[in-house]
Every structure is written in C-alpha cells, then in structure tokens.
C-alpha cells in the first residue's frame, strides 16, 4: 500500500500500478486504472462584492444591485453550489434577511436606512468568509478626500491615477462601464490596495467609446464618495457633423444654430466647431467657437447675397462636416 500526499482537494485522480520481480529487469504492465476525487474544503477566500446603488423611488424604496466575481482559487477548493445574501439595517440587526443565490448578482429593495450586507459562497464543505459592504442611508452626507483622477494610455494598458486628502486611506476601488449601457450588472470594478494608482490592459477597453470610470475611498465596509469622469482610450473623427439652421437674415448678419451630435457618433470628445460660409462666387471664410456654443452670429455679410454655410464637429483626432445649409442676406 502507498499513502498519497500533496494531493488538490476537490480533484479527480487516476491511479494505475505496476511491478517488476526482484530477479528481473523488466517491468509489468500497468494496471487497470483507478479513479477517485479528494475532498472538498469550504472555500478559503472572500468573494469579490461590489454594489450599484440607484436613487430613491417615490415610495422611499431603492434598488441596491449586487455583483460579484467567481471565486478564482488554484487549485479550488470544491465546486460552489451557490451564495447566501444576509442584510439587515444597521441599527437592528433582529431584522436580518436571507437570500439564496446561484447566480452572481442580486438586487435587493431596500429603504432608505443604512445596511450591512454580507456574502458568504458554499459548498457541500462549508461556507467561505463572509464579504460585508455598508450601504448607507439616502440622507447620509460623505466628504470628498478624492481631489482628482486623471487617466492616460500606453501602447498596452490604460492607467488610471489620482490623488486623496486622507493618507491614511489604503484602499479605494475603481469602477468602470460604458456610458451609454445602462444595466448595472455590466459595471466592471477592481480593488486596489496600498496605491494610488491603477492598470489594466487596453483590451479591456473598447475604442472609441466613452467610459465613465469612478474611484471610492474605502473604510473598511463603508465605500466613501467617489470622484468620477468620462476618458476614450482611443479617438476617431466623429460619424457624422451638426445640422446648420439659419434665422431669418438680416441685410448683413444671420444667426446660425446647430444640434449636438449624438453621443453615440461623437467617437471622442467634441472640442471646438467650425462654421464655413462662403457667397455666391466669393471665397469660403471660416469661424471656430468652443465645444459649448451650439449657436454663432455671422456679421459683416455681403447683401442680397446668397451663401451656403456647414459646419465641422472635431474632437482629437479630426474633424466631420455637416450637411450644407443656404441662405440669402437682405436687399435692405
């Protein structure tokens, strides 16, 4: 017989056997194989929680969404059979709740008091230690010790940086998504220890696309107020420009407003608009205004004349024009 050591738990095994006779130099052949599993353990680590908390509805409830990772343990320690969510308000913790789970998100309605929410991952083992998060109450006022985030990309990762009041806060999360997907559960998030500074690779970005990307101080379970701003990883020149309108013209001036692009054709952010407009067998003249200012006056107009005006959307990396417009200034 022959103990085995060192084994995974939770891990299916073969074993065969061979024999060879002490007056020979040749061995047998192996053995029909033999397969069993270790046993499990309950999971040894924490699960990875993070919450999307959306603003009060009128009946003073509000959904709290919860999101958490898989447990990514190597080896594992046995297969997860599914979660268990306790929470209970923060100054009465008799009205403690339970919810069970096999999937890795929850949205719980609760009022607007504080919480204590916990979540602990099982197996037919055990439980691992419990994952707490403190939802604060809707009136609960938190200062801001984030100063500033900025963020920046290299060849191969996006880097996000920022600076805190408070040294002696270790740990923060940075939280990121699309701005334009609403759903909570597709949020990414990722804690971070002992800096003030965060990496992860390109890839996990999609160019061309706006990101809101927020940083929260951590208290131990309480997550403080987050500095929060919109970064693309890459830029295009937008699908398409504005729209040109006129006023009615005067003899010498018109008015010539214009929509903001969509934000889904923006493809980076808008930093300036160019109106063109050129007279009938004239030369094309040109004024740029800031991203802000949807509407310009044109002065200094040839009159009874016709022109044609367009107007350019750019933002880092190039500019597109809209369609043209045509008007005609007064006689008098």
Known sequence: SCNLTGLWDST???VAVRCISVVSIFWSEW????????EEKAPSEKVDLWRVIESSHSAGTRSVHLIWKPLNSFPPSGRILGYKIQYFPENNAALKMTNISTDKKITLPLNEEAYIISITAYN????????????PSTDEKT?????TVRTFTTNEEVVVEWLASEPEVTEYVVEWYEELKTDPFGRSW??????TNWKTNKKNFKPFI??????YPLYGNKVGAPYSIQTYVQEKQPSEGPV????IPGKNEVTIKWKEISKDKRNGFI??????????????????????????????LQANTQYTVYIMASNEAGGTTGEPKTFKTLKF
């Open 143 to 147: 200062s801001q010790i984030i100063e």
């Open 12 to 14: 299916e095994y073969s």
């Open 124 to 135: 037919s083992a055990g439980n691992s230690p419990e994952a707490i998060l403190r939802i």
């Open 190 to 195: 990722q804690y971070v220890s002992n800096s």
């Open 271 to 300: 930093t300036n608009y160019t109106i063109f407009y050129k007279p009938e067998d004239g030369k094309e003249l040109n004024e740029t205004v800031n991203s802000d200012v949807l509407q310009y006056r044109l002065k200094s």
């Open 210 to 215: 706006c990101y809101n990307i927020s940083v």
């Open 244 to 247: 040109a309108d006129t006023d």
């Open 31 to 38: 053995s029909r194989g033999k397969t069993a599993s270790t």
